[in-house]
T-cell receptor, first 114, second 109 residues
Framework: IAGITQAPTSQILAAGRRMTLRCTQDMRHNAMYWYRQDLGLGLRLIHYSNTAGTTGKGEVPDGYSVSRANTDDFPLTLASAVPSQTSVYFC?????????????FGDGTRLSIL | GQNIDQPTEMTATEGAIVQINCTYQTSGFNGLFWYQQHAGEAPTFLSYNVLDGLEEKGRFSSFLSRSKGYSYLLMKELQMKDSASYLCAAMDSNYQLIWGAGTKLIIKP
């Protein structure tokens, strides 16, 4: 089934540890996104990529990095996790960054930093 | 600044009609999206409006007024499975989505 796969589904992590959240899509979409979702707040964009080889910063990029070596994969790395990064992380993709093309979401990674 | 406002929670009865309102303020505007999100699941796309007016899609319709910075999602013949959060998001001039916190819709039998 075509779509977006995120891994892991959930993770408990000690503060200070490095963690990479994986995201893979098989729809050949050009644009990909990482969001975090916290209770009482809207989805907030962390980083995005409009096409393979390019990335950009979203609203809340500090403490996170991304890479886009190919069309399908868009991993998100927390270099040194802190408790405020406890959240649900969603990866999304769209055919391009054009307005009329909706974003499709993965099932999310629930991350707890202790 | 950029802002999306929508009610935190609404309750409706199975078989009835409900309207979820959303107001937005963004730097530039490239359209308004509605998504549905069931608890513990991913958001799924419902509708997109960029021109003023009503877009109908089955039991769901979405309305946009650009001059008022206002949209609503109208849901008819409510079913229990419609219990979910409904997320309003406006696309700004940088083609990034600004998201509301979501409206939790509770459907009662």
């Amino acid at each position: 089934i075509a779509g977006i796969t995120q891994a892991p589904t959930s993770q408990i992590l000690a503060a200070g540890r490095r963690m990479t959240l994986r995201c893979t899509q098989d729809m050949r979409h050009n644009a990909m996104y990482w969001y975090r979702q916290d209770l009482g707040l809207g989805l907030r964009l962390i980083h995005y990529s409009n096409t393979a080889g390019t990335t950009g910063k979203g609203e809340v990029p500090d403490g996170y990095s991304v890479s886009r070596a190919n069309t399908d994969d868009f991993p998100l790395t927390l270099a040194s996790a802190v408790p405020s990064q406890t959240s649900v992380y969603f990866c999304a993709s769209s055919e391009s960054g054009n307005p009329n093309q909706p974003q499709h979401f993965g099932d999310g990674t629930r991350l707890s930093i202790l | 600044g950029q802002n999306i406002d929508q009610p935190t929670e609404m309750t409706a009865t199975e078989g009835a009609i409900v309207q979820i309102n959303c107001t937005y303020q963004t730097s530039g505007f490239n359209g308004l999206f509605w998504y549905q999100q069931h608890a513990g699941e991913a958001p799924t796309f419902l509708s997109y409006n960029v021109l003023d007016g009503l877009e109908e899609k089955g039991r769901f319709s979405s309305f946009l007024s650009r001059s008022k910075g206002y949209s609503y999602l109208l849901m008819k013949e409510l079913q229990m499975k419609d219990s979910a959060s409904y997320l309003c998001a406006a696309m700004d001039s940088n083609y990034q989505l600004i998201w509301g916190a979501g409206t939790k819709l509770i459907i009662k039998p």
